[in-house]
C-alpha cells in the first residue's frame, strides 16, 4: 500500500519554472523498489503520461516535455520531484504522481497502482 501526495503546482507566467514534489508513505515495501510516474489531465482532455523513473533510476519522458522536464527520486526521503522548465501554457493541467510495483510499461495509466490527488499547475502566456 503507497499514499501519494502531490505539492508545488501553482501559477506561473510562460517560461517560468515550478518544481513539483511527490511525499509517499509505503507499507509492506520499500519505496525504492516502486517505479514513479508523473502524469497530468487537462481540462476536457484525458489523462496523459509525463514522465517515469525506475527503481534503478532510469528515465522516461514524454516527448512534449523532452528537454524540459526533469524527473528524480530521493529514496531516502520517500519522494519523486518532477522540474518543469521552460513552461508552456500547453503544459496548464492537474498533475499526479504515480506509483508501479509490476515491471513492465512505464506510460500507461494501467500500468500504476496508486495514485495521488493531483496538483494543479497553471502556466499563463
Known amino acids: 500500500q503507497v499514499q501519494l501526495v502531490e505539492s508545488g503546482g501553482g501559477l506561473v507566467q510562460a517560461g517560468g519554472s515550478l518544481r513539483l514534489s511527490c511525499a509517499a508513505s509505503?507499507?509492506?515495501?520499500?519505496?525504492?523498489?516502486?517505479?514513479m510516474g508523473w502524469f497530468r489531465q487537462a481540462p476536457g482532455k484525458e489523462r496523459e503520461f509525463v514522465a517515469a523513473?525506475?527503481?534503478?533510476?532510469?528515465?522516461y519522458y514524454a516527448d512534449s516535455v523532452k528537454g524540459r522536464f526533469t524527473i528524480s527520486r530521493d529514496n531516502d526521503k520517500n519522494r519523486v520531484y518532477l522540474q518543469m522548465n521552460n513552461l508552456k501554457p500547453e503544459d496548464t493541467a492537474v498533475y499526479y504522481c504515480?506509483?508501479?510495483?509490476?515491471?513492465?510499461?512505464?506510460?500507461?495509466?494501467?500500468?500504476?497502482?496508486?495514485w495521488g490527488q493531483g496538483t494543479q499547475v497553471t502556466v499563463s502566456s
Open positions: 523513473i525506475s527503481w534503478s533510476g532510469g528515465t
Open positions: 509505503a507499507s509492506g515495501r520499500t519505496f525504492s523498489t516502486y517505479a
Open positions: 504515480a506509483a508501479k510495483s509490476r515491471s513492465g510499461d512505464f506510460t500507461t495509466l494501467s500500468a500504476y497502482d496508486y
